[in-house]
């Protein structure tokens, strides 16, 4: 079965770095579209950002552009998230999702697969 494990998430102050990775199993990583969401307490998912399947087209919300770099590597069926000038509104849960051809890249409604999030804290 298809499984996405997140992993890297921790408590950083505001400023710092932090490098997310998710690895897949049990499908053609090469094949998917990734993203990555993120889900605070009492709001809804949201997008982060998404890279296609050869890793040469991405996108963020407006609210990370220019901070956070989504990359993959698929020799290793895992997607990365660096995020820079971390700042406290970032805190959420993480999650990693894939589509082999999500109608909307930006929904979290049109991805297949989900991992169980890593908690990112961000400290003022």
């Known amino acids: 079965q298809v499984q996405l494990v997140e992993s890297g998430g921790g408590l950083v102050q505001a400023g710092g770095s932090l490098r997310l990775s998710c690895a897949a199993s049990g499908l053609i990583f090469s094949m998917y579209t990734m993203g990555w969401f993120r889900q605070a307490p009492g709001k809804e998912r949201e997008f982060v950002a998404t890279i296609n399947r050869s890793g040469e087209r991405t996108n963020y919300a407006d609210s990370v552009k220019g901070r956070f770099t989504i990359s993959r590597d698929n020799a290793k069926s895992t997607v990365y998230l660096q995020m820079n000038s971390l700042k406290p509104e970032d805190s959420a849960v993480y999650y990693c999702?894939?589509?082999?051809?999500?109608?909307?890249?930006?929904?979290?409604?049109?991805?297949?697969?989900w991992g169980q999030g890593t908690q990112v804290t961000v400290a003022s």
């Open positions: 999702a894939a589509d082999i051809r999500p109608s909307t890249y930006y929904s979290a409604g049109s991805y297949n697969y």
